[in-house]
């Protein structure tokens, strides 16, 4: 079962974090963060877990400063040491259920919905957090007991039933479930957006910036486009691509980070006021802000471009120090919320009762009010996962927004037990990687592991045997899809090429 790991040991992540500056190849190497293995199935831990076998996962945003270990181990001391496993944006199917199991049924489409809380350690009486519901922020996560073991980014994952959200079936199909797989792999950061839109819901007509145009803020332009039609909402991009997709999403205008402070200013009818040491600030501005990004200078100039009592909400995440005046807080009233995640929400908006993120999402999605499909630009397989990160981490250039790994990619005799127990419906795939026959006698092993040119530019593709020839993949730049070569093999009843783990477990 191929599976990634995420040991955040401080000496790993120093090397990995001083080599990466000169060397990419640093990120995929057998003492970084990142690893990827082929490791034995593991039998369920506890009666009412489950295992999900994956079919889609994404890569957020959030994932790539652990990966490339750019993080202030001041800021992530409670991660220090320990062994996550990465990919919380996944669908998959239940294979196999605990005998305590009420919730679940094999056949199922799940989604990842939680981490670790008091209902998955059987923890009585439940924190404040979990008895509300609002299990992302439980305060008595990690606990002895019985741990996940894979996530997204493994083919299999075991995990506690109360950490899963299952796909309501759909109405005019029945047993069919009510998302596509395209759709149910983008509810977790489509929930993460609308949780942050909630935190502070605009009102008609009120002048809205989402700071940011990746994934989340994309999607959050959605959620306001869909719940608040008639709010004027604009977004900063720093891509000419993430622009274009802005554009035809409905942002009503573009602010770029170039003279960014004339044109808030311009855009919102406000005064530009400078200090005596030149720091300008607005005399009015936008009603409500999303940082999307978390940065020091995102969230301080999100400060300084909200109107008196407007909101900020900051929605991304930084694994550094921020350094910010607060001068606005007090000042100006300006509120500053937090989003982590996704928890309960009022739904609809004016009634009292709560229901998860999760299901709301669902419900937005299943009316055609939300997209987030649209945003996936790039599939891959597990097995590549050094290009599919090094297209996730270069998004100028690839012009990513979100790359998944798709489990139907990955090649046929990795592992022959974990194949998709049912068809599902896709796109047309493209032609078939055909190779010629092999003259008897030659050699079939072939090595994965990338060269030191490979490995600097962040390219990986495995290296084939003298006696084979290779034609090239099929290639769009919205969608990358990879052909099975270890198929291919065995229809010419030649044996595959070891991947990366079975050669060297310790090289990821």
């Not at 311009?266 to 030149?278: D, K, N, Q, Y």
Request: charged share 20%.
């Amino acid at each position: 079962m191929w599976t990634s790991t995420l040991d955040l040991d401080p000496k790993r992540a120093v090397v990995t974090s001083l080599l990466g500056r000169f060397w990419r190849g640093a990120y995929f190497s057998s003492f970084a963060p990142l690893q990827v293995q082929n490791l034995p199935r593991r039998p369920l831990p506890a009666p009412d877990w489950v295992r999900v076998r994956n079919r889609l996962a994404g890569i957020c945003g959030s994932d790539l400063p652990l990966i490339t270990a750019d993080v202030d181990p001041r800021v992530t001391a409670a991660l220090a040491g320990q062994q996550l496993y990465p990919g919380h944006e996944v669908v998959g199917e239940v294979i196999e259920v605990g005998d305590a199991v009420q919730t679940l049924q094999v056949g199922d489409t799940v989604v990842l919905q939680y981490a670790p809380h008091c209902l998955t350690a059987g923890l009585q009486p439940p924190c404040r957090a979990c008895a509300a519901g609002d299990y992302n922020l439980c305060q008595r996560a990690y606990q002895p007991g019985p741990t996940q073991i894979g996530s997204g980014w493994s083919e299999e994952m075991l995990v506690h039933e109360q950490q899963l959200f299952r796909l309501p079936e759909s109405p005019e199909k029945p047993g069919e479930p009510l998302l596509s797989d395209e759709q149910a792999v983008m509810l977790e950061p489509t929930a993460v957006a609308l949780h942050a839109v909630l935190r502070c819901l605009p009102q008609p007509d009120e002048r809205v910036l989402i700071i940011g145009a990746g994934t989340i803020g994309l999607l959050t332009l959605q959620v306001v486009r869909a719940l608040v039609p008639q709010a004027v909402v604009g977004v900063m991009a720093r891509h000419a691509f993430q622009v274009e997709r802005a554009t035809r999403l409905g942002a009503a205008h573009i602010i770029y980070p170039q003279d960014r402070y004339r044109e808030v200013a311009r855009v919102t009818g406000a005064e530009v006021v400078s200090g005596p040491l030149g720091q300008p600030i607005l005399l009015g501005g936008y009603d409500v802000i999303y940082d999307t990004v978390g940065g020091s200078q995102t969230l301080q100039d999100a400060l300084r471009w909200t109107r008196a009592g407007g909101t900020v909400v900051l929605v991304g995440r930084s694994l550094h120090r921020l350094r910010l005046d607060l001068t606005p807080v007090w000042s100006r009233e300006v509120n500053l919320l937090g989003s982590l995640t996704h928890g309960q929400e009022y739904w609809p908006p004016e009634q009292p009762s709560r229901t998860s993120t999760f299901a709301v999402a669902c419900e937005l999605i299943s009316q055609g009010l939300l997209a987030p499909e649209q945003l996936i630009t790039h599939r891959f397989a597990l097995t590549d996962y050094r290009h599919a990160l090094s297209t996730a981490m270069r998004r100028a250039q690839t012009r990513a927004i979100k790359v998944i790994f798709d489990y139907a990619l990955q090649p046929a005799l990795t592992v022959p037990n974990v194949r998709a127990s049912r068809m599902r419906r896709r796109q047309a795939a493209p032609a078939p990687l055909h190779l010629p026959h092999t003259a008897p006698g030659s050699s079939t092993s072939g090595s994965l592991a990338p060269s030191p040119i490979e490995a600097e530019t962040g390219a990986f593709e495995p290296s084939f045997p003298p006696s084979a020839s290779r034609h090239p993949l099929p290639f769009s730049p919205d969608v990358t899809n990879r052909s099975s070569r270890a198929l291919e093999l065995e229809r010419e009843g030649q044996e595959p090429a070891p991947g990366p783990s079975s050669e060297r477990s310790d090289d990821a």
